[in-house]
């Protein structure tokens, strides 16, 4: 009872602050914790009732892990977890280093209104939707018009049916992820190294060490730790893909599902392609499970590391 | 540190070595010039393929069937834009929804973002450590796409409203986590308590004494939600069917498999008029058009986020 009262006592002083938070508050109820039961569908045979969502859940059957069961049979499941990690290592090594290496030249750029010119087209991709992408990457692609095709048959060669062909699409997407994300990405690494104490530098230069022998000794050392942090950081999401690369650039072709299929993909057409409602739900909770342990593992590491940049 | 500011005996001779060793500074001729090379041109890579639809845009549809797309076309021609001026019904609609939803969603995001941000940025709201928890651990688990579709069209029933567009974006456990460390580095608690001694209450301190201050903070998680209001497409993928509700986006998705689908939609006058327009339709350069204008808002305004974005992304790296 007095703890009660004491708890009032702290709402009401609290109470325009409680009040700001409150429609934050019901939106993350709503939005985020209310359908986290909802991911027990993954085992149940989850059927539809016209009396709405509760009894739906209700009524259908427990069928244990049954689901998962399904789900880990099929080959797609293999082949989505496969991409996801295969798609995802390649996006975080390779875009690390592309980062990296924009951000140090741009650094040494001396004519700071170019290098601010090369930055903000760079910096142009990141702002356009997948979709405008995917019109772009068409563009270049389209088997009777593209520019590639062209080129192609202008050089003697055979044009070739991109849209339909498995083996061009790993090395077209991790292209396109590239080309959308580094000019981004490098911001995070100007920054540091913009941050990096000028006096190192002249140090070294009144020592005679070239620029090379300042890149290398200086900058890289210097902004390690944050390419680390990014780094394992980037590695924490590496079982969430981009849906919008996956659907859009592919233009959802059948035909390439075997090396454009992924988690998010497969779950989305699960939902409400072939209406596989447990088996889709089940492969959500599998990756939503699997992405919160590597976020806490990579956490810990980060926080190991450096206490400063770790997320909690 | 101090040794080293010891008396220069011969400054003379030392202004004329610094002036030397600042050449060391740049890089080498050569290697300048491939920096050049390789950051222009992949900065120019970034671009060609938006000039690229532009140009396909303003060809003539005849020569774009013949030549395939080119950078330089054998003819130029503007009736794509004619044609969607004409009859784009649709267009329009499409363009007054993505408008809507931008401007509603991003005024929305940062009326709860910057609330609830602020309640958790002050150290002496006694329910902080929970309200963060709450807004946190969402970066961390969700429930996964199936359970939130069925939460939205079955529980709070928004499928085919506006407000699918504008709601299940408008929060983000990120763009608090932003503000939050934007309010807690911008405005100290003594701001707050001489306002607060001065007579003010809560939200009017919050309205008159920190809003202003924190205006960079709410340009950059604003523009973050202006952006992805305009560019969404998945929420309407999920939860639209109806054409009227089709925001810009979603419709060039339409389009790119099915060009009829601008004519379904376009409202012409009479049956006999709509097979006369589809033999007329230039088809290919339409596309390229509407995807220009899709996009024209954002390449101009871009610009201008850039910095913001840049000092958001900064400004979210540096924690406490």
């Known amino acids: 009872m007095k703890g009660l009262m004491r708890w009032l006592k702290l709402v009401g002083r609290n109470k325009a602050l409680l009040l700001m938070v409150l429609p934050g508050f019901v939106w993350f109820l709503l939005f985020c914790y209310l359908p986290m039961p909802g991911a027990l569908i993954a085992f149940k045979d989850y059927q ?53 290496l924009v951000a140090i030249v741009i650094s040494e750029i001396a004519n700071k209104k170019l290098a601010k010119i090369y930055q903000t087209g760079m910096f142009l991709p990141h702002f356009l939707s997948w979709v405008i992408v995917s019109y772009f990457v068409f563009s270049f692609l389209s088997v009777d018009k593209g520019v590639l095709n062209q080129f192609l048959t202008w050089i003697g060669l055979d044009p070739e049916f991109w849209y339909s062909e498995t083996k061009f699409w790993p090395y077209i997407l991790i292209i396109v992820n590239l080309w959308k994300g580094v000019g981004y990405g490098s911001v995070i690494y100007l920054a540091a190294i913009v ?20 890149i290398r000794n200086i900058t890289i050392p210097m902004i390690t730790p944050i390419i680390v942090i990014m780094f394992i950081l980037a590695v924490g999401g590496i079982f969430r893909a981009d849906f919008g690369l996956f659907y859009q650039v592919p233009r959802d072709t059948g035909a390439l599902y075997p090396v454009t299929n992924v988690i998010d993909t497969f779950v989305y057409r699960g939902l409400k392609v072939t209406g596989n409602i447990g088996m889709s739900t089940a492969a959500g909770l599998y990756q939503a499970v699997v992405g919160f342990i590597l976020v806490l593992t990579t956490n810990f590491i980060v926080r190991k590391i450096n206490k400063e940049q770790a997320l909690f | 540190m101090e040794h080293r500011t010891a008396v220069d005996p011969h400054p003379q001779a030392n202004k004329h070595a610094a002036k030397k060793l600042r050449n060391i500074h740049h890089l080498s001729p050569f290697w300048n010039a491939i920096a050049h090379l390789g950051i222009g041109l992949f900065s120019l890579a970034c671009v060609y393929p938006f000039l690229f639809v532009v140009v396909l845009s303003f060809t003539d549809e005849t020569a774009l069937a013949k030549n395939g797309y080119s ?178 986006q979603s419709l060039l998705m339409k389009v790119e498999t099915n060009i009829q689908f601008i004519l379904q939609n376009a409202g012409l006058a009479g049956a006999g008029d709509r097979t006369d327009m589809v033999r007329t339709l230039p088809a290919e350069t339409t596309r390229m058009a509407m995807v220009v204008l899709a996009t024209v808002p954002i390449i101009f305004a871009y610009p201008f986020f850039q910095r913001y974005f840049v000092q958001g992304l900064t400004i979210g790296a540096v924690k406490e």
């Open chain 2, 71 to 248: 950078i330089i076309p054998e003819k130029w021609s503007v009736d794509a834009y004619t044609y969607l001026f004409k009859t784009g019904d649709q267009l329009l609609r499409s363009y007054g929804v993505t408008l809507f939803i931008t401007v509603v969603g991003t005024l929305l995001t940062l009326i709860i973002v910057s609330l609830y941000a602020y309640a958790i940025s002050r150290s002496y709201f006694h329910f902080r450590g929970f309200f963060s928890f709450v807004a946190f651990f969402t970066m961390l688990f969700g429930g996964g796409l199936v359970p939130s579709y069925i939460v939205v069209t079955q529980v709070l029933h928004l499928k085919d409203t506006m407000w699918a567009l504008i709601l299940p974006m408008c929060v983000s456990a990120f763009s608090i986590l932003i503000m939050r460390t934007f309010f807690k580095t911008m405005v100290p608690d003594a701001i707050i308590e001489s306002g607060k001694i001065d007579g003010a209450g809560e939200f009017r301190v919050f309205l008159y004494l920190v809003l202003p201050i924190s205006l960079p903070g709410l340009a950059t998680i604003g523009l973050f939600a202006a952006l992805g209001y305009w560019n969404d497409w998945f929420n309407a993928l999920l939860y639209i069917d109806d054409a009227r509700l089709l925001p810009l």
């Open chain 1, 195 to 214: 941050g990096i104490d000028k006096s190192y530098f002249e140090a070294a230069m009144i020592d005679g060490a070239s620029k090379w022998q300042q």
């Open chain 1, 48 to 100: 539809f009732s016209r009396d709405g969502f509760l009894a739906s859940m209700i009524e259908s059957d427990w069928v244990g892990f049954k689901n998962f069961e399904y789900l880990f049979k099929t080959e797609d499941a293999y082949l989505i977890v496969r991409n996801t990690l295969l798609y995802n290592t390649a996006f975080i090594i390779l875009g690390t280093f592309f980062a990296v």
